[in-house]
């Protein structure tokens, strides 16, 4: 069992930047493919980014790429959520994910994930 806890939302004005933490318990984190999900009011949760269990392979959906970055650090059973340029529309909560069967496929797909934190509130303010 992985238990997920995400940190680092809150209020930021448009440009700013904000960077998301989420700590994993358990003993095989490095195992484990991480992702970022997003949900804004009145919508579906949508995928946001994705890293491989070592961190060589990272995917993103088109409206972050060149703003957000995710990276772990897996001494520390952390993923990370760097996200800059901050515009109203990244307004959401932000969720971590994780999945144990090693692979990358159907990234964005959140079936693909079996772990999931709470989530952290994250405003973007015009």
């Known amino acids: 069992q992985v238990q997920l806890v995400e940190s680092g939302g809150g209020l930021v004005q448009a440009g700013g930047s904000l960077r998301l933490s989420c700590a994993a318990s358990?003993?095989?984190?490095?195992?484990?493919?991480m992702g970022w999900f997003r949900q804004a009011p009145g919508k579906e949760r949508e995928f946001v980014a994705t890293?491989?269990?070592?961190?060589?392979?990272?995917y993103y959906t088109d409206s972050v790429k060149g703003r957000f970055t995710i990276s772990r650090d897996n001494a520390k059973n952390t993923v990370y959520l760097q996200m800059n340029s901050l515009k109203p529309e990244d307004t959401a909560v932000y969720y971590c994910?994780?999945?144990?069967?090693?692979?990358?496929?159907?990234?964005?797909?959140?079936?693909?994930?079996?772990?999931w934190g709470q989530g952290t509130q994250v405003t973007v303010s015009s």
């Open positions: 358990g003993r095989f984190f490095s195992n484990y493919a």
């Open positions: 994910a994780a999945r144990s069967d090693g692979k990358m496929t159907w990234y964005s797909s959140e079936t693909s994930y079996a772990y």
């Open positions: 890293i491989s269990w070592s961190g060589g392979n990272t």
